[in-house]
């Protein structure tokens, strides 16, 4: 099967713009998960779709939004881009998401700096 | 969800074996343990789970105390490649996921 994918894997983007970050799971699998990972902060858990509807947040603001799409695709959405919003970004699926029993595989991740 | 506790950071030599241990003193009775490692620039990658006792698969083996307070990551002989940062999740609760990951162990491993 093919593995998790992240498109774009690098981006770069002014303050006060927006982006859109995209997530393909493994096949079958409906859970999907993004993470941000900074030197600072570390990996923080943003937030956990399942089946279209987002069912875990994280402590991010209202600027962090994502969806889930009936293919289990996601994307995920950061408005008004702060310069603190450089990092990795990190998806991962699994296939029911229903307890941390269940292994989650992640992506390479998209490399996002914001100047 | 419970809070973990690891090194941040450890050193070996090639071909030793290693040895991360993480805290978890307020495990509930449903909780696993799981370790992920990751590379630089990559996303984390499971390693091994457990709930008790000991556990073994070809990359690691993972012990768990009576108590399952702590649980230790044992990497036997270890290469250049296993330079990586190690994490330690607890957990095991339905309703999705909402991990934590914690500052994780770098290991780092000299020829």
């Known amino acids: 099967k093919a593995g998790v994918t992240q498109t774009p894997r690098y981006l770069i983007k002014t303050r006060g713009q927006q982006v859109t970050l995209s997530c393909s799971p493994i096949?079958?699998?409906?859970?999907v998960s993004w993470y941000q990972q900074t030197p600072g902060q570390g990996l923080q858990f943003l937030f956990e779709?399942?089946?279209?509807?987002?069912?875990n947040k994280g402590n991010f603001p209202g600027r962090f939004s994502g969806r889930q799409f009936s293919n289990s695709r996601s994307e995920m959405n950061v408005s008004t881009l702060e310069l603190g919003d450089s990092a990795l970004y990190l998806c991962?699926?699994?296939?029911?998401?229903?307890?941390?029993?269940?292994?989650?595989?992640f992506g390479p991740g998209t490399r996002l700096l914001v100047l | 969800l419970a809070k973990t506790t690891q090194p941040i950071s450890m050193d070996s030599y090639e071909g030793q074996e290693v040895n991360i241990t993480c805290s978890h003193n307020?495990?509930?009775?449903?909780?696993?343990i799981t370790w992920y490692q990751q590379f630089p620039s990559q996303g984390p990658r499971f390693i091994i789970q457990?709930?008790?006792t000991k556990v073994t698969n070809e990359v690691a083996s993972l012990f768990i105390p009576a108590d399952r307070k702590s649980s230790t990551l044992s990497l036997p002989r270890v290469s250049l490649s296993d330079t990586a940062v190690y994490y330690c999740?607890?957990?095991?609760?339905?309703?999705?996921?909402?991990?934590?990951f914690g500052a994780g162990t770098r290991l780092f491993v000299k020829a």
């Open positions: 457990g709930y008790k």
């Open positions: 096949s079958g699998h409906r859970s």
């Open positions: 307020n495990i509930a009775t449903n909780d696993y």
């Open positions: 991962a699926s699994s296939p029911e998401g229903g307890s941390l029993r269940e292994t989650q595989y």
């Open positions: 999740l607890v957990g095991g609760h339905g309703g999705g996921f909402k991990t934590i």
């Open positions: 779709y399942f089946s279209e509807t987002q069912r």
